[in-house]
């Protein structure tokens, strides 16, 4: 048997929830008449005490939409420099939103008040209009970190006083919220907007949600039709969301538990150099001496283990509900041989 840890997008639907795949009361979406949808859409707001939402394919089109509908062609975004809006959606600010991006250097992903108050352009016509921040937590590229609440309530403040919205890309926010004991109320009242996504952590086979108030979803909602994300019968998809909310949250403190176990195994290697703090379902670590990135993965493909190498010394590994027991206790048997 294969254990996957390239990304916790590999993972397949339970028995369980194909079931309520297969139960799911459909229509058509775009009409606005798929029950089930509806059902989501109205659950994960009530959630984040948000006021509406709307179900996308993908975590990079909510991302998308979001950042258009918070923004006019030359404007300008502020971010960290490894947010999976800037680096990882093909220059999607650019090309749909027309706007540039400010990327800055966070701690794990992380920025702090201040450097975004000192990135805020001037109001000088030479210069583009700040309007945007945009937010990851958790910070894929900062080895899964988390920020402190207390960091997104003091860029909040920000970001009221100089008129620019806030954006959050919460792809793995549920991953957060377990570690971190969190409630999504409390994002709800700090963010203007909200991207989560359910085909990570919760494994659903597809799908993210785009939160915010009833008239920026209703901008929304026409976006994604330009972006061709209307989808007609897509309560087979919302109905496994549905049934990811209600059962596969709290489980996430497993699979923070298994990256630990690999961590604490990964790092008595001597081929094994700085990892990032884990602290939720991401290790990104350093490969040296005796491996590559990429020779370090293939030793591992031998034993039927899959894992991603992210730059020339950089491995990541994500667990995920499809890594069970059994393949943790086996992987770290064959790092430990190694």
């Not at 991302?63 to 809006?85: A, F, L, R, Y």
């Not at 409390?186 to 008239?215: A, N």
């Not at 919302?238 to 923070?256: P, V, Y």
Request: glycine residues 8%.
């Amino acid at each position: 048997m294969i254990t996957d840890l390239r990304s916790d997008t590999f993972t397949k639907p339970t028995p369980a929830m194909l079931e309520a795949m297969f139960k799911a009361e459909v229509g058509d979406d775009v009409f606005g008449e798929d029950p089930s949808v509806n059902q989501l859409e109205a659950m994960t707001a009530e959630m984040f005490g948000m006021e509406a939402a709307l179900f996308c394919p993908s975590g990079t089109m909510t991302n998308q939409i979001g950042i258009k509908c918070h923004t006019q062609p030359g404007d300008e975004v502020i971010c960290e420099k490894m947010s999976h809006v800037y680096i990882y959606e093909g220059g999607g600010i650019a090309f749909n939103s027309g706007s540039q991006v400010k990327a800055l250097e966070g701690d794990k992903g992380r920025l702090t008040a201040d450097q975004i108050l000192e990135a805020i352009n001037p109001d000088d016509v030479h210069k583009a209009i700040t309007s945007l921040v945009s937010l990851e937590n958790t910070a894929n590229r900062g080895g899964g970190s988390c920020y402190n609440f207390t960091d997104f309530q003091k860029i909040k403040e920000i970001c009221l006083h100089n008129n620019l919205s806030l954006h959050l890309d919460g792809a793995r926010l549920w991953n957060a919220l377990v570690a971190k004991k969190e409630s999504p109320v409390q994002y709800g009242q700090v963010f203007d907007s909200i991207s989560v996504c359910l085909s990570k952590g919760l494994g659903t086979p597809i799908g993210s949600l785009l939160l915010g108030k009833r008239d920026y979803i209703k901008k929304a909602r026409r976006v994604r039709k330009v972006f061709g994300g209307g989808m007609r019968q897509a309560g087979y998809m919302a109905a496994a969301g549905i049934f990811a909310l209600e059962n596969n949250i709290k489980r996430l403190q497993e699979d923070h538990l298994h990256a630990h176990q690999i961590a604490e195994a990964l790092i008595k290697k001597d081929f094994i150099g700085k990892i990032m703090p884990v602290e939720t379902n991401i290790i990104i670590f350093e490969v040296s001496g005796s491996y590559s990135a990429k020779e370090f993965c293939e030793r591992l493909a031998l034993d039927d283990i899959l894992c991603l190498s992210i730059s020339a010394t950089q491995v990541r590994m994500v667990t995920h509900l499809d890594v069970t027991d059994e393949m943790v206790k086996k992987l770290i048997g064959v790092i430990e041989a190694m």
